[in-house]
C-alpha cells in the first residue's frame, strides 16, 4: 500500500526558507512524477511543481524564482524549498504522486499530472 | 495559464439528489482533467481522471463528462459521505497545472 509522509517546520518567519520532504513507502518510485501542492486556509488548490526520478523539474511559474523542489532516489524521497517566505505562503502543503497516463490519437504522450496518493499535509505557517 | 471555472460555487442538496458539478476551461483542453473531492481537514481524494474514467475504489454514482472546454461531474444519488468540496484540475498546457476554485457541496 503506498502511502505519503511528510514533515518540516511548521512555523516560520518572514523571509525565512521552508524546507518540508515528502517520504515515499510501497510502490515504485521511479515510475511516478511526484509533485507539490498547497492550500491557503480556507481557499483553493495552487500547483507548487514536479519532480521525477531524475531530477528533472517543473515549476509554477510564480513562485518559480523562489522554489526548488528535488529528490533523493535512495531514501525515496523528495523536498521542498521555498525561499523568501511571507504571509501570502501560509498554507496547507501536499506532497502527491502523479501517475502515467497516455493521450493523443495518432502522437501518444505521457502524463503524470493526475495525482491518486497525497500526504497528509503540513500546515506551514509565516508569521512574525 | 488556463483558468479553470466551477459552477456553482456552494449549493445545498438532499440525500438523494442527482447533483451536477460544471467546470469550464479558458481554452480547450482535450480530456486532460481530473476531478477531486475533499472533505475538511482532509487531502484531496482523486475521483475521476482524463475526464471521465472512474478510479478504482470510487463508488460508481460518480462519474465525469466533458471534453474541450465543458465537463461535468455528476453524482447520480446524493449519500452523507459525499458532502464535501470538489475541484477539477487541467494538466493540458501546464506548467502551471491549475484548479478549479473549488464547489462546495452542502446538505439542505
Known amino acids: 500500500q503506498v502511502q505519503l509522509q511528510q514533515w518540516g517546520a511548521g512555523l516560520l518567519k518572514p523571509s525565512e526558507t521552508l524546507s518540508l520532504t515528502c517520504a515515499v513507502y510501497g510502490g515504485s518510485f521511479s515510475g511516478f512524477h511526484w509533485s507539490w501542492i498547497r492550500q491557503p486556509p480556507g481557499k483553493g488548490l495552487e500547483w507548487i511543481g514536479e519532480i521525477n526520478h531524475s531530477g528533472n523539474t517543473k515549476y509554477n511559474p510564480s513562485l518559480e524564482s523562489r522554489v526548488t523542489i528535488s529528490v533523493d532516489t535512495s531514501k525515496n524521497q523528495f523536498s521542498l524549498k521555498l525561499n523568501s517566505v511571507t504571509a501570502a505562503d501560509t498554507a496547507v502543503y501536499y506532497c502527491?504522486?502523479?501517475?502515467?497516463?497516455?493521450?493523443?490519437?495518432?502522437?501518444?504522450?505521457?502524463?503524470?499530472?493526475?495525482?491518486?496518493?497525497w500526504g497528509p499535509g503540513t500546515l506551514v505557517t509565516v508569521s512574525s | 495559464a488556463i483558468r479553470m471555472t466551477q459552477s456553482p460555487s456552494s449549493f445545498s442538496a438532499s440525500i438523494g439528489d442527482r447533483v451536477t458539478i460544471t467546470c469550464r476551461a479558458s481554452q480547450r483542453i482535450g480530456n486532460y482533467l481530473a476531478w477531486y473531492q475533499q472533505k475538511p481537514g482532509k487531502a484531496p481524494r482523486l475521483l475521476i481522471s482524463?475526464?471521465?474514467t472512474l478510479q478504482s475504489g470510487v463508488p460508481s454514482r460518480f462519474s465525469g463528462s466533458g471534453s474541450g472546454t465543458d465537463f461535468t461531474l455528476t453524482i447520480s444519488s446524493l449519500q452523507s459521505e459525499d458532502f464535501a468540496t470538489y475541484y477539477c484540475q487541467q494538466f493540458y498546457d501546464y506548467p502551471p497545472i491549475t484548479f478549479g476554485q473549488g464547489t462546495r457541496l452542502e446538505i439542505k
Open positions: 502527491a504522486r502523479g501517475f502515467r497516463e497516455v493521450f493523443g490519437v495518432f502522437i501518444k504522450t505521457q502524463y503524470y499530472s493526475t495525482y491518486d496518493y
Open positions: 482524463a475526464a471521465s
